[in-house]
Structures are given as structure tokens and as C-alpha cells.
């Protein structure tokens, strides 16, 4: 192989490189600039007597777009599951549970299991457990 050959192929691979590295290069880029891009914002309201509305908003302000997002979340028996194909910056969706007041009194623990893809290439899977 000669010297040109040599440089175009280098060169070829450090693009195709650069091109797979970027995506997560960028979200964690921004990530650490701001450790709110990707918020998991939980909030409760009294539904009526017997029952409490508690809801969970998924808001994403970084630009690049995240894939096969899936939120699993536990408090005590109780799971909530949601998910979303694609989400891009300041797009935000929620899940809502109503659950009785009396279970709400049990509960001693939140487990969050938060999965989604960048751009399709990397898989990220976060886990958050509060007691």
C-alpha cells in the first residue's frame, strides 16, 4: 500500500470514528456542564378520599436524541412503567398511578430503573434508589 492510500485510510477510519464517538461525546458533554439535562421529576396530588395521584415527568434538555426510552419505577408493591421511542431536546412525557392512601403510609423506598439509547448506538442504563 503506498503513503496516499495509507493517509486516506487513516483518515477515513478517524471520520467514521468521529462520527460513532460523537453522540455520547456530546450527551456527556452536557451532561457534565449541567447535571439536570435528564430530570426524573416525581410529584403527588390527594386524588379524592381514598386515594393519592402520584406522577413521574421525564424531561430532557440535552440535543442529542435518545432512544427506546424505558422508566421502571417500584414504591413498595407497586410498579409503574413507561416508555417513549425517541426523545429530543425539551420533550418531556409523564406516567400517573393512583394508589390508596393507606399503601402510601408503607412505603419506605423508591427504585427507579431509567434505560435509553444515544442516538441509537449506546445503551445507558441508570439506576436510582431512594429510602
Known amino acids: 500500500m503506498n503513503g496516499q492510500a495509507q493517509i486516506a485510510l487513516t483518515l477515513a477510519f478517524i471520520a467514521l470514528g ?6 455520547l461525546a456530546q450527551f ?18 390527594q386524588h379524592n378520599n381514598t386515594h393519592i395521584e402520584i406522577e413521574f415527568k421525564i424531561l430532557y434538555k440535552g ?3 435518545l432512544n427506546n426510552i424505558q422508566v421502571n419505577i417500584t414504591l ?8 417513549k421511542e425517541r426523545l ?6 409523564t406516567a400517573k398511578a393512583y394508589i ?25 442504563e441508570v439506576k436510582v434508589v431512594r429510602t
Open 100 to 124: 390508596p392512601i393507606k399503601e402510601v403510609e408503607k412505603f419506605t423506598r423508591l427504585e427507579a430503573t431509567i434505560k435509553f439509547t444515544i442516538e441509537q448506538l449506546y445503551p445507558v
Open 63 to 65: 440535543t442529542v436524541a
Open 18 to 23: 468521529t462520527i460513532i464517538v460523537a453522540p
Open 28 to 45: 456527556m458533554y452536557e451532561e457534565s456542564l449541567n447535571p439536570q439535562t435528564f430530570l426524573l421529576i416525581p410529584s403527588y396530588n
Open 88 to 93: 429530543e431536546k425539551e420533550q418531556n412525557f
Open 76 to 83: 413498595g408493591e407497586k410498579n409503574i412503567y413507561m416508555s
